[in-house]
């Protein structure tokens, strides 16, 4: 399978809404209740900055797969962190198509001069923490029963990756 990744365009919206909607009554990759509607796709995209780029993963002309750069935190001392999302649509996974959006996604994150990612999933999702953990992100947090879906408790694992390993003396840490 020849796969192109690219920046989204308008016309993508509609595979990526797709995409995205045939998990939120299906999976817990996603704790969103309600299908996305095609306003509210239109807005997040609308939203969008070269910081916090969205693209896809075209494969003879279709849209199987899209992932995207969010800012972490509204504030203005989070704007170098930013959070990454992966979606593949359901018929073409564990064939490296996750890994490529998730590389080119980190790429584009340090050309855009952010420090790092961070991703979170539920422990259900052990191939997206997997492929996370396999492109050097740690585990940092995991939230117990922070989400309630298909009438159970969920918990969310957080993973970070630092896109420059430097230390400087202008890193503040916490105490022991």
């Not at 494969?59 to 199987?64: A, L, N, Q, R």
């Not at 359901?90 to 959006?101: E, F, M, P």
């Amino acid at each position: 399978m020849d796969i192109v990744i690219r920046l989204a365009t308008n016309a993508d919206l509609g595979p990526i809404r797709d995409i995205y909607n045939y998990y939120v009554h299906r999976s817990t990759c996603t704790f969103q209740l309600e299908p996305d509607t095609e306003d509210a796709r239109i807005i997040w995209f609308r939203d969008r900055s070269p910081a916090h780029p969205v693209i896809v993963a075209e494969s003879g002309g279709d849209v199987i797969g899209w992932a995207a750069l969010s800012a972490w935190n509204r504030r203005e001392a989070y704007a170098h962190s930013v959070e990454a999302s992966v979606y593949l649509r359901h018929d073409v996974q564990r064939r490296g198509i996750g890994r490529s959006l998730l590389c080119d996604l980190i790429e584009r994150a340090r050309q855009a001069g952010h420090h790092t990612i961070i991703g979170g999933a539920c422990t259900e999702q052990a191939a997206s923490l997997a492929l996370q953990e396999s492109l050097g992100f740690e585990r940092v947090a995991c939230f117990k029963e922070v989400g309630q879906k298909f009438g159970r408790w969920l918990d969310v694992v957080y993973m970070q990756l630092f896109l420059d390993h430097q230390t400087s003396s202008n890193v503040v840490r916490a105490l022991p």
